[in-house]
């Protein structure tokens, strides 16, 4: 899954894959490492999950978040709808949609208007192979 050749720091060619800055690149970061005997599991985002929620959390909780908090916010979505009631999940909204304007927010779309937000369910099946 990580390329040793492309460890942090030794940028061999593009990495970017996604519109969401840090997600899909295959070496493993030393702040992840860091970290890493903490992590349970992983819950995978797309971009037009993430570039909807967003979106959906400015509409609906009037909270503009960038492509990391958007991204956090479909994953803790997700996991909710598995574990189902009764259940605390929490996440982190790490980044601000004013830093994301130009590309995340860019390709996000206008708020509001005529082509508003899907549901939350809609959401969390965007992009999902059906066969």
Known sequence: ???????????????VDTI???????????????????VDD???????QAMAMARWLVEKDGIFAGSSSAV????????AMEMGPGNRIVTILCDSGT????????KAGAIGGDDPSPDLDSILRLGDITT
């Open 72 to 79: 956090n916010c479909v994953a803790a979505a997700k996991l």
């Open 20 to 38: 969401v800055e840090g997600i899909g690149i295959n070496r493993v970061t030393a702040n992840f490492e860091a970290g890493r005997e903490l």
């Open 42 to 48: 992983a819950i995978r985002v797309n971009d037009e």
């Open 1 to 15: 899954m990580f390329d040793p050749k492309e460890r942090e720091g030794t940028r061999r060619r593009h990495q």
């Open 99 to 106: 830093r994301h304007l130009s590309k995340f927010w860019a």
